[in-house]
């Protein structure tokens, strides 16, 4: 037996379930952590020995330099003729010499230094090809990830990297951000990292993600954060990835193309197919190849005629040129975003069913800054100060960057148009004009664009909205008191009625006490009640 004492195995297994969590799921990892960190598996002396572990954090160079010094005597144990006696041994000892080469060779960022060099040498692969071989030469059969040096170096490039670009891309501390995190990573790996790195690292490009999201909440981000993080293979003889990092994500705004180009651009077009196309055009579908990703915004723009073409590049990963016949291969991922609600644009007849189904196999929820700041206020001032860097470019001093989100913040709490409450409507797109408007003009004043909604807020003082209003409100009361209403439509109204009455959405929220995504969403029923109401009526 390798594992000699229950401990001894307690620490193994935990380690083996820290090692593949996902890692933006803070609670759980401290928890982990702290129970790894709890047992004593008796290596004090061993641990000693060890070669330093650079990284900027104790707690990982702790664990790192435990497991590396149990491993030495698990090695030990080995070549004085110690047996695996089942799978779950075999299993616990690949975790801990999996998460001892990470930890090892990928806690620094020296790999990610070295690739992004103009050759993309990688010159500390030696290193871990070195340490694996070590213990494939001993009378042990290990799987066959951690078998290929070059691939698991590229695995665990990849985990890095992912990780890096996350944390770059998605910015914010509060719980609703730290969740989007936790579920780009899992749009990345799936739960079990050996299962990824045999078998799945090649195909995750055939699950479709979406991402939903209002406007300006950053659904870009998150298509470049998952598109950038892919697996690219190493080349062990050249000491290189086998293609650039960069390169391999494609955005195309639908919605920003005239509906007459949209099919040429996507599928691209044979000579004479239309007028104008005097020779062959690759589209973006066919410009993608395989382990590169094309993000199609605003997916929900797209004509009915469109949806089916796309619907068979995702059923069957083919598609035609426009004006031809013979069917070609997309070898790519997908991504979509919309800021729509899909569910009411099928009932509406605007977006396919079955088109929705082959893109919901994995799908992500951008949250409002309003929900951000609502968890976390404190929140405010990083993300102002994030946009003041951007803004004032790569001369900026910290002073300066420092006094412009200062200037900004103290103008949000100020203004009566804003505070800290404001909806922010606009989302992350709006704080960064403010942040523009307050460096220019030294002030920011809020747009109130009316929508199309049944009730608006109290701030309108137009007598006409007015009396539409009261209107609205004794018809709602008429037919509560013929109980003329359903469940749905009851909620729907009196949400409606309150927002009317509120100064925001936050504040409907507060007075019917439930989270303003739940009341938003009443109000957009209600709405969508109302439009076919009055199409029906024309």
Same mark, same amino acid.
């Given at each position: ?157 990849? /985990? ?5 670009? %996350?944390?770059? &891309?998605?910015? +914010?501390? !509060?719980?609703?951000?730290?969740? #989007?995190? @936790? ?16 078998? /799945? ?5 055939? %699950?479709?993600? &979406?991402?939903? +999201?209002? !406007?300006?909440?950053?659904?870009? #981000?998150? @298509? ?315």
């Amino acid at each position: 037996m390798l594992f000699r004492t229950p401990t001894e195995l307690r620490f193994a297994r935990t380690f083996a379930d820290f090692l593949f969590l996902n890692p933006f799921r803070q609670t759980e990892a401290d928890a982990f952590r702290y129970e790894l960190s709890a047992i004593d598996v008796r290596v004090a002396e061993a641990a000693k020995r060890q070669p330093p572990i650079e990284s900027d954090r104790p707690h990982i160079v702790e664990l790192a330099q435990k497991v590396d010094a149990w491993l030495s005597q698990l090695r030990h144990r080995i070549l004085q003729g110690e047996m695996i006696e089942n799978y779950e041994e075999q299993r616990l000892l690949e975790s801990l010499i999996m998460g001892a080469a990470f930890y090892r060779h990928f806690e620094s960022r020296r790999p990610l230094r070295e690739a992004s060099e103009g050759d993309r040498k990688v010159r500390s692969f030696h290193k871990l090809e070195q340490e694996l071989n070590s213990w494939n030469e001993l009378p042990l059969t290990l799987s066959p990830f951690l078998r290929d040096p070059a691939h698991l170096f590229a695995v665990y490039f990849q /985990l890095r990297r992912s990780f890096d670009l %996350i944390c770059q &891309l998605v910015q +914010g501390t !509060s719980r609703p951000i730290n969740r #989007l995190r @936790a579920e780009i990573w899992h749009s990345i790996f799936p739960h079990e990292l050996q299962l990824y790195g045999t078998l /799945l690292y090649d195909r995750m490009q055939d %699950i479709t993600t &979406l991402i939903l +999201g209002p !406007s300006g909440t950053g659904k870009d #981000l998150v @298509a470049m954060g998952i598109g950038l993080s892919r697996y690219i293979p190493f080349d062990s003889r050249k000491l290189q990835f086998k293609e650039p990092l960069n390169g391999a994500f494609h955005p195309i705004n639908l919605s920003a193309m005239p509906l007459d180009l949209i099919e040429s651009e996507l599928f691209g077009h044979c000579a004479g197919a239309f007028t104008g196309a005097v020779k062959d055009r690759d589209g973006w579908l066919e410009r993608c190849k395989a382990g590169h990703t094309v993000f199609l915004d605003e997916v929900g723009e797209l004509d009915l005629s469109i949806q089916v073409k796309l619907l068979r590049v995702l059923q069957n990963r083919e598609f035609f040129r426009v004006g031809e016949t013979e069917p070609r291969q997309f070898k790519g991922k997908v991504i979509a975003a919309t800021n729509r609600d899909l569910a009411s644009e099928i009932v509406a007849g605007r977006f396919r069913q079955d088109l929705f189904y082959r893109l919901c196999s994995d799908v992500l929820r951008t949250p409002s800054l309003r929900e951000q700041l609502d968890d976390t206020p404190g929140d405010l001032p990083h993300l102002v100060r994030i946009i003041a860097a951007k803004c004032l470019g790569e001369r900026a001093q910290p002073e300066q960057i420092d006094w412009l989100s200062k200037l900004t913040v103290s103008w949000i709490e100020s203004c009566p148009e804003l505070g800290m409450s404001y909806d922010w409507p606009g989302n992350f797109r709006e704080l960064e004009q403010c942040v523009r408007n307050v460096m220019v003009r030294g002030e920011y004043h809020p747009t109130r664009i009316p929508g199309p909604a049944m009730y608006t807020s109290t701030e309108t003082t137009s007598n006409d909205h007015a009396g539409s209003t009261n209107r609205a409100v004794e018809d709602f009361l008429r037919r509560v008191r013929a109980a003329d209403l359903t469940y749905d439509d009851l909620l729907n109204h009196y949400c409606s009625l309150v927002f009317s009455r509120a100064d925001h959405l936050t504040d409907a929220a507060s007075r019917l006490q439930k989270h303003r995504s739940t009341i938003q969403a009443r109000i957009q029923q209600e709405l969508v009640a109302k439009f076919r109401g009055e199409t029906s009526s024309s």
